[in-house]
Nanobody
Framework: VQLVESGGGLVQPGGSLTLSCAVS????????VGWFRQAPGKEREAVSC????????YYKDSVKGRFTISRDNAKNTVYLQMNSLKFEDTAVYYC????????????????WGQGTQVTVSS
C-alpha cells in the first residue's frame, strides 16, 4: 500500500500547480482516492475525491471551478490540477485512499501519503 505525493512548491496568487499522487496498483484497483490539506493551526480538510473508476468527482465548495482531480490508471497516478490559486490554499496536501464513503463522506480514509507543501505567496 503506497501513496506518494509530488508537485508542491511556491506559487504566486493566481498561479497554477499540478499535484501528483503515485498510487500502488493495490490501491488503484480497489479504492477511491482523495486529496486533503492541512494549513498551520487548522484542521485537516477534504479538498477533492475521485471514485474508483473515475466516473464521479467531488470538490470542496471553495475549490470548485479552480481545482480538477483526475486519475490515470495506466500511469498509476492521481492528479490535482490547481488553478487560480489563492493565499488560503496554502497548506500541506495529502492524497489518501479508501472506499468512497470513508474518503469523502466520513473523511477518514485508512491509507495516506506523506504530504507535499503548497505555498501561495507574492
Amino acid at each position: 500500500v503506497q501513496l506518494v505525493e509530488s508537485g508542491g512548491g511556491l506559487v504566486q496568487p493566481g498561479g497554477s500547480l499540478t499535484l501528483s499522487c503515485a498510487v500502488s496498483r493495490f490501491i488503484l484497483d480497489r479504492y477511491a482516492v482523495g486529496w486533503f490539506r492541512q494549513a498551520p493551526g487548522k484542521e485537516r480538510e477534504a479538498v477533492s475525491c475521485i471514485s474508483l473508476r473515475g466516473a464521479s468527482t467531488y470538490y470542496k465548495d471553495s475549490v470548485k471551478g479552480r481545482f480538477t482531480i483526475s486519475r490515470d490508471n495506466a500511469k498509476n497516478t492521481v492528479y490535482l490540477q490547481m488553478n487560480s490559486l489563492k493565499f488560503e490554499d496554502t497548506a500541506v496536501y495529502y492524497c489518501a485512499a479508501d472506499s468512497l464513503l470513508k474518503v469523502w463522506t466520513s473523511k477518514q480514509p485508512r491509507y495516506w501519503g506523506q504530504g507535499t507543501q503548497v505555498t501561495v505567496s507574492s
